[in-house]
């Protein structure tokens, strides 16, 4: 390549007056301060890897041969319900039917007995009484308690009355 030739006055394009002092007379700190938004964000190696995986899945699906597919027969099994799902059916029914059918007007009126009663005076006096001791039993001080001494009262054998069981037996 040859090395650039620099143009001459004469061809370089004419630039109309006015535009030319209103560049001159330019200020470059009166300009308004602005922040730069990046607005066409490069796509990741993810959304291009993804991208590449969809075109070839669209790929495989274009190129499809339906003549490698193999011929299936489709069966349809209907199964129809035994004796027993048909009675049970009936039997659902006609409880339906007669709960739709019911008559509320119909039923008798009755009044209801308290088959719990409270208790009695007697039976409160004696739970009180429970109370009592449990509250007793609950509260009880062992440093009250008086020091006994254990006396015993059956005393073992010694080995000589051991020996004379044994020779008399």
Known sequence: ???PINPSLKDLPKVSIDLKSQLEGFN???MKKAETAIKNVL???EDVRQERQHSDLIHDVESFK???LKHADTKEKIILPNATDVAAEKTQQTLIAGIEAFDATKLKHTETQEKNPLPDKMAIE???DKQQ???GIEN???AKLKHAQTMEKNPLPTKETIDAEKIAA
């Open 28 to 30: 470059p700190d009166a």
């Open 126 to 128: 004696q739970e009180k």
């Open 133 to 135: 001791f449990i509250s």
């Open 43 to 45: 796509p990741s190696a």
């Open 140 to 142: 009880f001080d062992p």
């Open 66 to 68: 339906t003549g490698q």
């Open 1 to 3: 390549m040859s090395a």
